[in-house]
């Protein structure tokens, strides 16, 4: 099997437990992070702010920053202050748009990132991809892996439980972007990364078969534990190959064309089981389902809002907002009246599996 050429950039410290916020300040003094604690503080609105608060006593050469909003314009505005003063690294502290602003801002004058998430809605902890908000839309810029990934579970309990049913449709989702990835190895001879496709599907799997709720210190640190692994095959093969596929281009097709029906994480999911169906993965379907409606996500197009005509439209635009990505929606060129015949199929055998 042909590798992609791979630089291993993995985090030098991944720290998922309750309390882990607490021990920050040690983390950060770690000569290869920062010998001299002098670093930047990257915080957002909520609960961002609270652990800045906690971790400022022992930061007495750090510097804090506060944004807000997730766009381009706040990253390079961030980064021009940045580049005023020499850091040894800077500490992104909150949601999915904080760190991605901070690691955008970091990234453009190449100083390391350390991640302190405040929730599990993504894999964005620790992939080489910042999403940020720009003319309108929504881009994806590459930027550097965090050098430390930290979650205190203290903090993701205390936020709201959408959030982390998001990060669970989005780890699942990899099941079928990989299972994309070997489809197109197979059908046109796409280079694939074995490491890349190990970590992405090993982390999915493990939280698929996780018997507990999101209530559960075992199954969240399962959940980060499978976004962490997500961003790092993402930046060991310098593609989003195993976590976007067919899944990731219905949500693009959701945004364009029903913008607002849920999250990231909520769409992915829905559109990595359909996917699956598709594929003909019958044992896999029935594994995702019960994993997305145990914890709640929507299995089908009604429970996010969408009508059957509102999401057959949207899986037949999906190749069109990545048409260099080969996925099972590629390979079968369904027209819409066959999308729906599917989506009819998809529906019963859902409810002959789940009851």
Not at 33 to 58: D, K, M, N, Y
Not at 240 to 269: K, M
Request: charged residues 20%; glycine residues 12%; contains cysteine.
């Amino acid at each position: 099997m042909p590798l992609l050429a791979r630089t291993v950039n993995t985090p030098l410290v991944i720290d998922v437990r309750r309390g882990a916020v607490a021990d920050l300040g040690a983390l950060l003094a770690d000569r290869r992070i920062s010998a001299g604690g002098e670093v930047a503080v990257v915080v957002g609105p909520g609960q961002g702010e609270r652990i800045a608060e906690l971790v400022r006593p022992g930061l007495g050469n750090a510097d804090f920053f506060t944004v807000a909003g997730g766009s381009l314009d706040a990253a390079q505005e961030l980064g021009e202050k940045l580049h005023r003063r020499s850091y040894d690294a800077v500490v992104g502290i909150g949601g999915g748009k904080t760190i991605d602003t901070a690691k955008y801002a970091a990234s453009r004058y190449a100083i390391p990132m350390v991640t302190v998430a405040t929730s599990l809605a993504n894999d964005g902890i620790a992939s080489p991809v910042a999403s940020l908000d720009h003319d309108g839309g929504k881009g994806s810029y590459g930027v550097h892996i965090p050098i430390a990934v930290v979650v205190d579970l203290d903090f993701v309990e205390n936020g709201p439980d959408r959030q982390t049913q998001a990060g669970i449709g989005d780890a699942v989702s990899n099941l079928s972007a990989v299972a994309d990835w070997e489809l197109a190895h197979r059908v046109r001879a796409e280079p694939i990364d074995g490491l890349a496709v190990t970590l992405a599907r090993t982390g999915a799997e493990a939280l698929v078969n996780h018997p507990g709720k999101i209530t559960d210190d075992g199954f969240l640190t399962t959940l980060a534990e499978a976004l962490i692994l997500g961003g790092i095959s993402m930046s060991i093969c310098g593609s989003s190959r195993p976590a976007s596929g067919g899944c990731h281009l219905i949500s693009h097709a959701l945004d364009r064309l029903n913008p607002g029906p849920g999250s990231h994480g909520e769409q992915v999911g829905l559109g990595a089981l359909f996917c699956t169906f598709l594929r003909g993965d019958l044992e896999r379907f029935g594994q995702m389902a019960s994993c997305l409606h145990r914890h709640g996500l929507p299995t089908t197009p009604a429970e996010l809002g969408l009508s059957d005509a509102e999401f057959v439209a949207a899986v037949h635009h999906a190749p069109r907002t990545r048409p260099d990505r080969y996925t099972i929606l590629e390979h079968l060129d369904l027209a819409p009246d066959a999308i729906g015949e599917r989506l009819a199929n998809y529906v019963d055998a859902l409810r002959e599996h789940l009851g």
